[in-house]
């Protein structure tokens, strides 16, 4: 599972940026580990939270070449290591591939990705006439059945053409 990426190293002894791309905070706590998507295992010596992103020192990074060598590289978690979730909270790769249905039952398309950028998610979804953003919210998405494989969106008029 993603929880950041490394855009930029920062400083001569090996600290970087990373946008994170999580809602826990101690995912980068001091002794955690992570994988970079080139295979590497590391772990967080020290994380300052920042204005464009979190400095992050890890064990295995000593120095600003090393550091340079990490930019652009996604940071991981194995999915087992996922905080738990509130009742009617999913993460994002459990909606994607998700079926759409009109409260009818008409299947209208597949979510094919999840934008949670802003304060308000939003659901991507392909139907036969293009993409469409639909809100994450209960309005919107009433019913969302991840063993049946789909979900339910309430649709007004223009939210789906």
Known sequence: ????????????????????????????????????SDGRALTVRRNTPGEKGWLISFEEIGDRSRAQELVGLHL????QERRPLAPNEFWP????????????????????????????????????TGEVEVPFVDEFVP?????????????IPGLLD
């Open 1 to 36: 599972m993603l929880v950041g990426t490394v855009v930029k190293p920062h400083g001569l002894k090996g600290e970087v940026v990373v946008i994170p791309q999580t809602d826990d905070r101690a995912r980068f706590a001091r002794g955690r580990s992570v994988h970079t």
């Open 93 to 128: 790769d459990q909606l994607i591939g998700l079926e759409v249905r009109e409260l009818s039952g008409q299947q209208v398309g597949r979510v094919t990705n999840v934008d949670d950028s802003l304060e308000q998610a939003r659901l991507l979804i392909s139907t036969p």
């Open 143 to 155: 019913e969302v059945d991840l063993a049946g494989g789909y979900l339910v969106v309430a649709s």
């Open 76 to 79: 991981l978690i194995d999915s």
